[in-house]
C-alpha cells in the first residue's frame, strides 16, 4: 500500500468518527425532549375598581413531599411511584394548584378581586384562602384523585370557615399526559367550587 493510500485510509477513519460522535448529542437531544405542564387556564379579565366589591387572596397551597418536585410523579401501583424527568410542571406544583383555585375562583365569585402571591396582594386582603393537598394521586390511565383541607379566613375577625374536598376525575383518553394534567385540573375545579360555596353564602349572609 502507498503512502498516499494510507493517508486516504486514516483521513476516511477520522472522518467516519468525527461524524459519529456529532450524531451523539442529536440523538440524546431526542431522548431528551421535555415537555412542560401548567394546572392553571388563562385567568379571567380583572374587574375595573368601581366592579369590585371584596378581595380574595389564595396562598400558595402545602402539598405532599412525594409530589412536590419539577417532574410529573405517577401513580404506577399501590406502592410504586414515577417521576417523569421527561414531563414537568412550568412552575412549583404548590404555586400552581393555588394558581388553579384562584382562576376558578374568580369566575364564580361575583365582585371579588381575586389574587395569588405572585399578583399580590398589594393590601391586606378581605378573604385569605389556604389550601393543604393531603393526597394527591395522578395516573395516566386511572386519572387523578385529590383531597383537600382549606380555610378561609376573614380580616374583618368572624370566624374562619373550614372544609375538606375530596374529588376524582378521569383521563380522557387515558394514557396520555396531557389527558392525565388535565384530570388533575378537574378536581381543582371541584375543589375551587366548596371554597366558591363557603365563601358566598359568608359574603352574602354578612350584607
Same mark, same amino acid.
Given at each position: ?122 393590601? *391586606? ?27 378561609? *379566613? ?13 374529588? *376524582? ?30 365563601? *358566598? ?7
Amino acid at each position: 500500500m502507498t503512502a498516499a493510500a494510507t493517508t486516504a485510509r486514516v483521513i476516511a477513519a477520522a472522518t467516519a468518527a468525527a461524524l459519529g460522535w456529532l450524531a451523539i448529542p442529536s440523538a440524546c437531544l431526542r431522548s431528551t425532549e421535555v415537555h412542560y405542564y401548567t394546572l392553571a387556564s388563562k385567568g379571567p379579565a380583572g374587574l375595573p375598581p368601581a366592579a369590585v366589591r371584596y378581595t380574595v387572596h389564595v396562598a400558595p397551597a402545602s402539598v405532599p413531599e412525594a409530589v412536590d418536585r419539577s417532574e410529573l410523579v405517577l401513580r404506577i401501583s399501590a406502592t410504586e411511584l414515577a417521576v417523569e424527568d421527561g414531563h414537568r410542571w412550568v412552575e412549583p406544583l404548590r404555586t400552581g394548584i393555588a394558581r388553579a383555585v384562584a382562576d376558578d375562583l374568580a369566575r364564580q365569585l361575583e365582585g371579588a378581586l381575586v389574587s395569588t402571591s405572585e399578583e399580590g396582594p398589594k393590601n *391586606r386582603s378581605d378573604v385569605e384562602i389556604t389550601i393543604d393537598v393531603q393526597h394527591l394521586d395522578v395516573g395516566l390511565a386511572e386519572g387523578a384523585a385529590i383531597e383537600v383541607a382549606w380555610t378561609a *379566613r376573614w380580616a374583618d375577625g368572624r370566624p374562619p370557615r373550614t372544609g375538606r374536598s375530596f374529588a *376524582r376525575a378521569r383521563s380522557a383518553p387515558p394514557g396520555t399526559h396531557d389527558a392525565a394534567v388535565a384530570a388533575c385540573a378537574a378536581t381543582l375545579e371541584s375543589v375551587a367550587d366548596d371554597i366558591a360555596r363557603s365563601v *358566598r353564602s359568608e359574603y352574602l349572609s354578612r350584607r
